[in-house]
Structures are given as structure tokens and as C-alpha cells.
């Protein structure tokens, strides 16, 4: 009995305090839940309750402001260049202009309770919720707007809350009307258009308030999913949602009888796309006229660089970025040379100084992009040719091509004199090595060097590919000479996989290549004593009162990118290449001015590039096909003529200028026999410029009479230490 007692006690105990575990946990989860339901409702009441969280006044004023572009003219007066979005074109439509029927369309379609509910159609919401917790179906044109404003997509129920308590701030706030004519200006319907107006002009050529009932029902159709119901791509599935759905709501809602319900069913509308479309005379005048409006390559690029600078810099979706720049009354101070542009484009558009291609289906093309040296874009054109569209394909800055040899400077020569590997007079062999099986690389005129010794100046005039990929690949290193590439001359579209190898690095065969841009912007290094500048097209973006400044590239101080003394003689030995007898670019130097210049010419002549510089300005020039195709018929490189005549005219009346000079750049004769400095018994001398903290050591093995000397640079007294034929021993190179 008494085990017995005990027994049931303990049981009791055990029941007593799994009842108290149990009851603590239930209490628990209560207490939790009072206390998240009374943040949560706190948080839904004081946001409901409280100020304005979006202002819809603010988002109208903000959608119908014309943003223009302003440039300077050679007086340094400003002057308009462009109206981004004028008063004619824009997309915001005030509800008095929006057809009732287009109204009431998407009111019985997306929301037949809109005029009663308070923003949230809570029997609706409650019955979709229990049915597909997260999906769209069940928001009010209210919550739509609301997440049209926002921008806020993601599935969560977070979101769902928050837009659940902004619509219902929003309504507190604004009417019926004003939130529907919001809604009707901001909805995303299909073909890159957003709100009624801009979609009515896509679909059927029309203004919107000239739409019948069957065409608003059809624009009404397309919201649920723009792609699916997207007339001009699947009219038959549009149709069976207009008349099911949106013609079927409006019947039984009673904003139509059925007269005028059979009548829009048995409308066969007219898509722009149709055959019996006919565009209606004020397009047609404007096709013929030209008045719709052509921008200049200059203006795309600007817009391009909003974009970026306002998704990147401002954390803004695309379609934010795209109503700020066009309808956001901004002022755009732009850093073109007008004059420069209009040489450019008189050039490029007429295709002047382009080889004869007439009666051939493709044309090659070409891009351009100058730029002074402080990073400023003067001019930029990226087609050759009549400019059709806007913001289409600027080649300048958007497609990079390979490079060949206009790498060089960029990959091997310049990073080798600052890590201080050799000086203009180091002697190298001109003969190719064994890579990856084979003796490497070729040189430009096919053969694999003729085994002399050259110096390094004589080699990048020529445009010798043996001597770079030696510098490359036994002496400066791939990664190094990747790493100069990308992080001191800013090349963004070189490929860590594919490019850390000799051929892109030494001879420019890399991935995907470089762009006109990026290649300006790296040579400018060499014209401004070492300092890389971040390209610029505009001083400054603030809104139309000037209260905000959005971007300021006034002060754009640039980066040490490589010494004074590396640039300088990075410049001296790239002059060269117009100056010296074997230079491969002495027929395009620039009359009057020091001319710095890398010819470039890749594999099958697929792509020809120039890039070159006076002391003024620096400019890229690529020539080639789009789809590649090897460049035939024509006689020398297309690029240098290009640069030449542009650069010329630019050039024409400007005051004389010199290249800046570091006080550690000096001016020393060099013996071309050894490549150091003369001695001397040194029998042939050459110039040669250096820093004065990696100069080479005097010669003293030349035993000869000492010749009269020379000042000439480069070139032919290196042919004749050629033929010379001495070789062997002084080659610095494993
Ligand atoms: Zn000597």
C-alpha cells in the first residue's frame, strides 16, 4: 500500500510539473504573441496615422519636369544643348485627359471595390491570402500604386505588411482621383511602357484620350501580366482576357450595357503592328521632316552615365533612374568641346576619310574618344555613318575590342621602366621563344624576329611582338603586368581568367579587349606627368533649382597611376612612333604639335586601332567590322587616318604647347652598340630619355675611335647596330 502511494505521488508530481511545463510554454508563446501583435499593430498605427509616406504631389511635379542638358561654348559662355524631355512628349496625364471608359476598365478589372474600400479590400485580401498567401492577386489599385512607387517586389510578408500599411496612409491622405491618375501614369504595361499614355501610343498609334472602349479594355488586359497578355506579340490571349475578364467585369458592374459590350467584343482593333495599320499624319510628317529628334553621340553618353552613376551611386531600380533623368527637371552641365564634337561628327557622319565602300552591304565602322588631360570626354562618337536612333550602340563606349599592340604601352613598356627593368636603350633580342611548345610570338610582318639585338625604343616604334612578350614573360611577369594593366591604367574589361597570358598582354589577343574610353583615358597617363584621371562627360548634375547636386566632377584629382619620370619617358619613346624613320605611325602625326602614338592591328587584321596625343589632347580611334571580318582595300590604317585628319582640324590656330616634364627626366646620349650610356670611345651614339634614378651604366667596352656623334633619336642607327650584327652577350634576358 504504502509503495503503492508513494508511487501514485510521484505520478502525481511528474503530471504537476509536466502540467507546469506545459502551461509556462503556452504562456510563453502567448505572452510572445501579445507582445509582436502589439508592435506589430503600434508600428501599422502610428505609420497609417501618421505623416505623409509618399507624397503623390511631389512624384507629379517630379514627372513632368524637362531636364536639360547645358554645354559651354568657346567663350566659356553656357548655351542649351539638349532637352532631355520636353512638354510635348512627356507621359504624365492628368485624369480629365484619360478617357472615363479606360478608367473604369481597370477599375472592374484589378479592383471593383475601389471607389468603397479605404485602400485595403480586406474580404478580398482575406479570401486570396488563405487561397496563395504571397502572390499579387487580392492588392487594390491603391496597394498597387503603392508598389509601383516603391519599387518593393520581394514575396515577403514584410513587404506585404508595409505596402498594406502604406495604402492605407496613402488614401488618409489623397483622394480616389488622385490616387487613380497616379496609378494610371506609373503601371508598367508592356514594350518598355509605363503608364496609359505612352502604352496607347505603342499599341495603336493613338493619344490616349482618343481610345475607344475596346482599346481601353485591351490596355487594361495587359497589367496582370505584360508579357502574357501583350497584344502585339499574342493578340489572341489579350483578346480572351479583354472580353472574359475586363469587357465581362464592366458589364456586370455595370459601367456598360450590353449593347455597348457586344459592340467592343465584335471591334477588331487595329494594332500598330497590324497590316492595315495606317500611323496617323503628325507621326508620318514627323518621319519625313526629320523633327523627331536625333540626340549627338555626346548626349547618349551623358544619359548612359546618369544611369549608371544614379542605380550605382543612388541605389536606384532602372525605372527610378529612367524618371529621374527624363522628367526630373535636372540640369546636366556638360564637358563637351562642341567644337570638337562637331569635327568629330561632321568626320564620322559623313564618313569622311573612310575608305570607298560604296555598294557593300557592310560597311565598317569605327569609334572614337577625346579627351584632354584632366579626364574630360570632349567629344565621343561611336558609328560611322548616318545616326538613326538614340542611346543605340555607342561603340566608343560600349564595345571594347581587342587591342593588338596599342596594349603595349599599357601592359609591358610602362610598367617595366617604373618597376625599373629597362630604359629606353635596353637591348633585347628580336626573336620569338619557345611557349607552350612552339617558338612564339610572330611579329607583325609574319616572321619570328631576325635574331638582332634592338633597344627597347627601337622595338616599340617598329611594333616588334617578340621583344614585348620577352619583357612580359621572363622579366616584368604576367600577374604584374595584368596588375598594371587593370588597377594603375583602369582597363575594366580585361578578364582575370582568360587574359593573365602572354599573348593578351604582350600582343593585345585578350578576351573580350578594351573600349576607345578606357584606352583615352589610360593614355592620357602619359601626357600629364603619371597621374590617371577618371573619364568625365559632365562638371556637374543638380535639379532644377540647383538646391540638390546629384554628381560633382568638378574636382577630379586623379591618381598617381606610374611616376612623372615613367610617364615622361613613356611619352618621349611613344613619340617616336611619329617621329623615328621606322615608326609605324609617321604618316599620322599631328602638324605642328609633338605627337605621342601606338599604332594597333590585331590578328587578321580584324581590328585596327590608333591611339595617340599632343599636348592638348588624347584620343583612341578603333576601325573594324562588327561582326569580325578582316579590314581589305585599304592603304595604311584607316584609324591613323582617322586621327589625323580629326585631330588636325581640332589642332588648327591653337598656340604652340610642349609636353610637362618631371625635373627627375633627363635627356642622355646612349651607346648604341651596348645600350648604355655613351663613353667615349663609344663609336655611335643615339638620345635617349631617362630617370635620373635608374640610369644606365657608361660603356666602356667600345675600344673604337670615337665617331662623330648623333642626336637623332631611335630608328636607323639601331638598323645599323643591326647589321652590324651585334649580338650575344649583352642580351639582359633568360
Ligand atoms: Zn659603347
Given at each position: 500500500m504504502k509503495g503503492n502511494s508513494s508511487k501514485a505521488k510521484k505520478k502525481n508530481n511528474l503530471n504537476i510539473s509536466k502540467k507546469t511545463v506545459i502551461i509556462?510554454?503556452?504562456?510563453?508563446?502567448?505572452?510572445?504573441?501579445?507582445?509582436?501583435c502589439g508592435y506589430v499593430f503600434a508600428y501599422m498605427y502610428s505609420?497609417?496615422?501618421?505623416?505623409?509616406?509618399?507624397?503623390?504631389?511631389?512624384?507629379?511635379?517630379?514627372?513632368?519636369?524637362?531636364?536639360?542638358?547645358?554645354?559651354?561654348?568657346?567663350?566659356?559662355?553656357?548655351y542649351e544643348m539638349q532637352r532631355l524631355h520636353g512638354t510635348e512628349n512627356r507621359i504624365y496625364v492628368s485624369l480629365d485627359e484619360i478617357p472615363k471608359h479606360l478608367q473604369d476598365a481597370f477599375i472592374a478589372l484589378e479592383d471593383a471595390r475601389f471607389p468603397k474600400h479605404h485602400g485595403v479590400d480586406w474580404i478580398r485580401f482575406i479570401a486570396v491570402f488563405i487561397k496563395d498567401q504571397l502572390s499579387t492577386g487580392g492588392s487594390t489599385i491603391t496597394q498597387q500604386l503603392v508598389k509601383n512607387l516603391t519599387d518593393e517586389r520581394d514575396p515577403t510578408f514584410v513587404r506585404k505588411f508595409k505596402e498594406i500599411c502604406y495604402a492605407l496612409n496613402l488614401e488618409r491622405h489623397f483622394d480616389k482621383d488622385e490616387i487613380l491618375e497616379a496609378y494610371l501614369n506609373t503601371l508598367y504595361l508592356g514594350e518598355g511602357c509605363y503608364g496609359v499614355k505612352t502604352a496607347c501610343e505603342v499599341y495603336f498609334g493613338k493619344d490616349v484620350s482618343q481610345i475607344n472602349l475596346a482599346e481601353a479594355a485591351c490596355i487594361a488586359s495587359i497589367t496582370k501580366a505584360p508579357y502574357t497578355f501583350d497584344p502585339l506579340i499574342d493578340p489572341e490571349e489579350n483578346e480572351k482576357r479583354r472580353e472574359e475578364k475586363c469587357l465581362a467585369a464592366m458589364l456586370e458592374e455595370g459601367y456598360i450595357d450590353q449593347a455597348l459590350y457586344d459592340e467592343a467584343v465584335a471591334h477588331e482593333i487595329i494594332f500598330t503592328n497590324s497590316e492595315n495599320y495606317v500611323p496617323d499624319k503628325k507621326t508620318e510628317e514627323e518621319k519625313a521632316t526629320g523633327t523627331s529628334e536625333i540626340w549627338s553621340f555626346y548626349t547618349d553618353y551623358i544619359v548612359d552615365c546618369l544611369y549608371d552613376q544614379f542605380i550605382n551611386e543612388y541605389d536606384m531600380t532602372e525605372r527610378q533612374a529612367t524618371q529621374k533623368i527624363y522628367y526630373g527637371g535636372l540640369?546636366?552641365?556638360?564637358?563637351?568641346?562642341?567644337?570638337?564634337?562637331?569635327?568629330?561628327?561632321?568626320?564620322?557622319?559623313?564618313?569622311?576619310?573612310?575608305?570607298?565602300?560604296?555598294?557593300?552591304?557592310?560597311?565598317?565602322?569605327?569609334?572614337?574618344?577625346?579627351?584632354?588631360?584632366?579626364?574630360?570626354?570632349?567629344?565621343i562618337c561611336g558609328e560611322a555613318g548616318e545616326k538613326t536612333r538614340n542611346r543605340g550602340l555607342n561603340r566608343a563606349s560600349d564595345s571594347p575590342r581587342q587591342p593588338g599592340s596599342s596594349i603595349k604601352p599599357?601592359?609591358?613598356?610602362?610598367?617595366?621602366?617604373?618597376?625599373?627593368?629597362?630604359?629606353?636603350?635596353?637591348?633585347?633580342?628580336?626573336?620569338?621563344?619557345?611557349?607552350?611548345?612552339?617558338?612564339w610570338p610572330k611579329n607583325y610582318t609574319g616572321d619570328k624576329g631576325t635574331g638582332a639585338s634592338?633597344?627597347?625604343?627601337?622595338?616599340?616604334?617598329?611594333?616588334?611582338?617578340?621583344?614585348?612578350?620577352?619583357?612580359?614573360?621572363?622579366?616584368?611577369?604576367?600577374?604584374?603586368?595584368?596588375?598594371?594593366?587593370?588597377?594603375?591604367?583602369?582597363?575594366?574589361?580585361?578578364?582575370?581568367?582568360?587574359?593573365?597570358?602572354?599573348?593578351?598582354?604582350?600582343?593585345?589577343?585578350?578576351?573580350?579587349?578594351?573600349?576607345?574610353?578606357?584606352?583615352?583615358?589610360?593614355?592620357?597617363?602619359?601626357?600629364?606627368?603619371?597621374?590617371?584621371?577618371?573619364?568625365?562627360?559632365?562638371?556637374?548634375?543638380?535639379?532644377?533649382?540647383?538646391?540638390?547636386?546629384?554628381?560633382?566632377?568638378?574636382?577630379?584629382?586623379?591618381?598617381?597611376?606610374?611616376?612623372?619620370?615613367?610617364?615622361?619617358?613613356?611619352?618621349?619613346?611613344?613619340?617616336?612612333?611619329?617621329?623615328?624613320?621606322?615608326?609605324?605611325?609617321?604618316?599620322?602625326?599631328?602638324?605642328?604639335?609633338?605627337?605621342?602614338?601606338?599604332?594597333g592591328t590585331t590578328s587578321d587584321d580584324f581590328d585596327r586601332w590608333f591611339v595617340g596625343g599632343t599636348p592638348y589632347y588624347v584620343a583612341a580611334v578603333w576601325y573594324g567590322y562588327d561582326l569580325n571580318k578582316t579590314v581589305s582595300n585599304v592603304s595604311g590604317n584607316p584609324s591613323g587616318k582617322l586621327f589625323a585628319e580629326i585631330m588636325n582640324r581640332v589642332h588648327s590656330g591653337l598656340p604652340d604647347k610642349s609636353f610637362p616634364k618631371s625635373s627627375l627626366t633627363t635627356e642622355k646620349k646612349y651607346c648604341t652598340r651596348t645600350?648604355?650610356?655613351?663613353?667615349?670611345?663609344?663609336?655611335?651614339?643615339?638620345?635617349?630619355?631617362?630617370?635620373?634614378?635608374?640610369?644606365?651604366?657608361?660603356?666602356?667596352?667600345?675600344?673604337g675611335a670615337p665617331h662623330e656623334s648623333s642626336t637623332e633619336k631611335g630608328g636607323i642607327l639601331e638598323d645599323i647596330t643591326n647589321a652590324l650584327g651585334s649580338l650575344g652577350n649583352l642580351i639582359p634576358i633568360g
Open positions: 509556462s510554454v503556452l504562456a510563453f508563446f502567448v505572452l510572445t504573441g501579445i507582445i509582436v505609420v497609417v496615422s501618421g505623416d505623409m509616406v509618399i507624397d503623390l504631389n511631389d512624384y507629379k511635379a517630379n514627372q513632368s519636369q524637362t531636364s536639360i542638358i547645358y554645354a559651354y561654348d568657346e567663350k566659356g559662355e553656357i540640369k546636366v552641365y556638360a564637358a563637351v568641346d562642341p567644337e570638337i564634337q562637331k569635327i568629330v561628327e561632321d568626320v564620322y557622319y559623313n564618313r569622311k576619310t573612310f575608305p570607298n565602300e560604296s555598294g557593300k552591304d557592310v560597311k565598317a565602322q569605327s569609334a572614337i574618344t577625346i579627351m584632354d588631360y584632366s579626364g574630360r570626354v570632349v567629344a599599357l601592359s609591358v613598356y610602362a610598367p617595366a621602366v617604373e618597376e625599373g627593368i629597362l630604359t629606353w636603350s635596353t637591348l633585347y633580342l628580336d626573336k620569338a621563344f619557345a611557349y607552350q611548345g612552339k617558338q634592338v633597344t627597347v625604343q627601337n622595338a616599340l616604334a617598329r611594333s616588334l611582338n617578340t621583344v614585348p612578350a620577352r619583357i612580359a614573360y621572363y622579366d616584368l611577369g604576367l600577374k604584374k603586368s595584368y596588375q598594371y594593366l587593370t588597377e594603375r591604367f583602369m582597363i575594366s574589361t580585361a578578364h582575370p581568367q582568360h587574359d593573365v597570358a602572354p599573348a593578351p598582354l604582350a600582343t593585345g589577343a585578350m578576351n573580350v579587349g578594351i573600349t576607345t574610353l578606357e584606352m583615352s583615358a589610360a593614355y592620357a597617363v602619359f601626357g600629364n606627368g603619371g597621374v590617371y584621371h577618371k573619364p568625365f562627360c559632365y562638371y556637374k548634375v543638380t535639379n532644377s533649382d540647383g538646391s540638390t547636386v546629384y554628381f560633382d566632377n568638378s574636382v577630379n584629382n586623379g591618381v598617381q597611376a606610374v611616376s612623372g619620370e615613367t610617364a615622361d619617358i613613356m611619352c618621349e619613346l611613344l613619340q617616336t612612333v611619329t617621329t623615328s624613320s621606322v615608326g609605324t605611325g609617321t604618316r599620322y602625326k599631328v602638324k605642328g604639335f609633338p605627337t605621342m602614338a601606338k599604332t645600350g648604355l650610356l655613351a663613353g667615349d670611345k663609344c663609336p655611335s651614339t643615339a638620345t635617349g630619355w631617362y630617370s635620373i634614378k635608374n640610369l644606365p651604366k657608361t660603356c666602356t667596352s667600345c675600344k
